[in-house]
């Protein structure tokens, strides 16, 4: 579960299914994926920005501008404004009403694109083949569409976390802090054992809360938590900061 | 229809699929014994072995759309949509899917539940598959051939990993071929 907001004034038309528009990203500079020293790395990209302020928790994404594929990824997600709801905020130093809009990422437009979903797992497993990864968590719902097909391609169990209450059998439990109240997310116990090492898989990363919550079941059990996976960044709600450190790795941005 | 029955008499893979599914009892509630397949997926050859069996089914029936019941469904059926080339279309519970819906309604145990499918996502003449993890009355799958049907596409079967006593003898649902890997385990 997630909650995100961006200020406009108008509310544009639902797009439609048959009639994607594209949605491009604001260009980034590019940060090429590389196995290398990624401390070293963002020193570097440091002197070349600027100002441009870099975390130095390692992250990486996915080179936007050099694997053809994330084109097609990113064009095939449809933005739908006002999803679940939409918020009106009062400005009163401009003493006007405008529609905070929830632009919600829609990744089931990108599920009708056989290919384009082939793209997607397929840069999941390149990066994780090999890398002796037994466990992958998926977050229900949608972390459950891009969770298996991943697991059964690098060999490894797939392991669903879960609201409150779906899961037969014994659990843990992990709460965590929702824009407004609470929420839980559960795992079983005895899917995962220490010294498993786990792959948190999302379909999009906000505030982080959901992947941190993933991520302190799996290590309470005693698994290593290698990295965080999602297709899509909202890297304005600082999400990558609330992963103690942990690696993310993402194929599209959205601003 | 079995798949034990019906051209895999005999295949070690089900006994392997069938004894990796864990039964939880009274669960949800007293007197249900609950079909747990989350043990299966945590075997990577039980659950490879489930989705192969399901894509050397459907591989060559020209299906177009895989639709996944929310949420078991899920873990099921990208991996045949991928494997077949096919899109994966998923079900959802009320008020989960943004944009414009279409919305069934199904009858539970005690009053009744609703399944949504986005507007636009299944085109008429398209060739479907349903998966779920289990069917037991058949009324969530029903609920989803409707949908199906309602946008004007052809639902060619339901698969499920699991039936429950209620669908053995139902070779059909609501007219449809129905395709079953196990029975319930005790």
Same mark, same amino acid.
């Given at each position: 579960?997630?909650v995100?907001?961006c200020?406009?004034?108008y509310?544009?038309p639902?797009?439609?299914?048959?009639?994607?528009?594209d949605h491009h990203?604001?260009?980034?500079p590019?940060?090429?994926?590389?196995?290398?020293?990624?401390?070293?790395h963002?020193?570097?990209?440091?002197?070349?920005?600027g100002? #441009?302020?870099?975390?130095?928790?390692?992250?990486?994404?996915?080179?936007k501008?050099?694997?053809?594929?994330i084109?097609?990824? &990113?064009t095939?997600?449809r933005?739908?404004?006002?999803?679940?709801k939409?918020?009106?905020v #009062?400005c009163?130093?401009?003493?006007?009403? %405008?529609?905070?809009?929830?632009?919600?990422q829609?990744?089931?437009?990108?599920?009708l694109?056989?290919?384009?979903?082939?793209?997607?797992?397929?840069l999941?497993v390149?990066?994780?083949k090999?890398?002796?990864i037994?466990v992958?968590?998926g977050?229900?719902?949608? %972390? #459950?569409?891009?969770?298996?097909?991943i697991?059964?391609a690098?060999?490894?169990k797939?392991v669903?976390?879960? &609201?409150?209450?779906?899961l037969?059998?014994?659990?843990?439990?992990?709460?965590?802090?929702?824009e407004?109240?609470? *929420?839980c997310?559960?795992?079983?116990v %005895?899917?995962?054992?220490?010294?498993?090492?786990?792959?948190?898989v999302?379909?999009?990363?906000?505030?982080?809360?959901?992947?941190c919550?993933?991520m302190?079941?799996?290590?309470?059990? %005693?698994?290593?938590?290698?990295?965080?996976?999602c297709?899509?960044?909202?890297?304005?709600l600082?999400?990558? *900061?609330?992963?103690?450190?942990?690696?993310?790795?993402?194929?599209?941005?959205?601003? | 229809m079995?798949?034990?029955?019906?051209?895999?008499?005999?295949d070690?893979?089900l006994?392997?699929?069938?004894?990796a599914?864990? /039964?939880v009892?009274?669960?949800p509630?007293? !007197?249900?014994?609950f079909?747990?397949?989350t043990? @299966?997926?945590?075997?990577h050859k039980?659950?490879? $072995?489930? /989705?192969?069996?399901?894509?050397?089914?459907?591989?060559?029936?020209?299906i177009?759309?895989?639709?996944?019941?929310e949420? +078991?469904g899920?873990?099921f059926?990208?991996?045949?949509?991928l494997?077949?080339?096919?899109?994966?279309?998923?079900?959802?519970?009320?008020?989960? @899917?943004?944009?414009?819906?279409?919305?069934e309604?199904? /009858? @539970?145990?005690?009053g009744?539940?609703r399944?949504e499918?986005?507007?636009?996502a299944v085109?008429p !003449?398209e +060739?479907a598959?349903?998966? $779920?993890d289990l069917?037991?009355t058949? !009324?969530?799958l029903?609920a989803?051939i409707? @949908?199906?049907?309602?946008?004007?596409?052809?639902?060619?079967?339901?698969?499920?990993?699991?039936?429950?006593?209620?669908?053995?003898?139902q070779?059909?649902?609501?007219?449809?071929?129905l395709?079953?890997l196990?029975e319930p385990?005790?």
């Amino acid at each position: 579960m997630y909650v995100y907001k961006c200020i406009s004034i108008y509310s544009p038309p639902s797009p439609s299914l048959s009639s994607l528009s594209d949605h491009h990203n604001r260009r980034l500079p590019c940060v090429p994926l590389s196995e290398s020293n990624p401390v070293v790395h963002l020193r570097q990209t440091r002197k070349r920005r600027g100002s #441009f302020v870099v975390s130095l928790s390692a992250t990486m994404s996915a080179c936007k501008d050099q694997d053809p594929r994330i084109h097609g990824i &990113k064009t095939k997600i449809r933005v739908v404004p006002n999803f679940p709801k939409p918020v009106f905020v #009062f400005c009163a130093c401009l003493l006007m009403v %405008g529609m905070a809009g929830i632009m919600f990422q829609d990744i089931t437009t990108l599920l009708l694109d056989p290919k384009a979903f082939k793209d997607t797992i397929d840069l999941f497993v390149e990066r994780y083949k090999g890398k002796n990864i037994s466990v992958v968590a998926g977050i229900e719902a949608r %972390g #459950f569409i891009f969770g298996p097909p991943i697991a059964l391609a690098i060999g490894a169990k797939f392991v669903p976390l879960r &609201k409150p209450r779906k899961l037969p059998g014994e659990v843990i439990s992990e709460e965590y802090i929702l824009e407004y109240g609470r *929420d839980c997310l559960e795992m079983h116990v %005895g899917a995962v054992e220490p010294g498993d090492r786990a792959l948190v898989v999302d379909d999009l990363i906000a505030t982080g809360g959901t992947l941190c919550a993933a991520m302190n079941l799996l290590e309470r059990v %005693g698994a290593e938590v290698v990295e965080c996976a999602c297709v899509i960044e909202l890297p304005d709600l600082k999400g990558r *900061d609330r992963l103690n450190g942990k690696p993310l790795y993402i194929l599209v941005e959205y601003h | 229809m079995f798949a034990g029955e019906n051209g895999l008499q005999g295949d070690p893979r089900l006994k392997a699929i069938s004894e990796a599914i864990r /039964v939880v009892p009274h669960f949800p509630k007293q !007197g249900i014994m609950f079909q747990d397949i989350t043990t @299966l997926l945590l075997d990577h050859k039980a659950f490879k $072995d489930t /989705v192969d069996i399901f894509v050397d089914r459907y591989r060559d029936m020209g299906i177009s759309v895989v639709a996944g019941v929310e949420a +078991r469904g899920f873990m099921f059926g990208p991996s045949i949509a991928l494997a077949i080339g096919a899109k994966f279309v998923p079900l959802r519970k009320p008020k989960k @899917l943004p944009g414009e819906v279409i919305s069934e309604a199904y /009858v @539970l145990e005690y009053g009744t539940d609703r399944l949504e499918m986005h507007v636009g996502a299944v085109q008429p !003449g398209e +060739r479907a598959l349903v998966i $779920d993890d289990l069917i037991a009355t058949g !009324g969530t799958l029903c609920a989803a051939i409707k @949908l199906l049907e309602r946008v004007g596409a052809e639902v060619v079967e339901c698969a499920c990993v699991i039936g429950l006593p209620e669908a053995k003898g139902q070779c059909r649902l609501n007219g449809k071929p129905l395709y079953i890997l196990v029975e319930p385990r005790k």
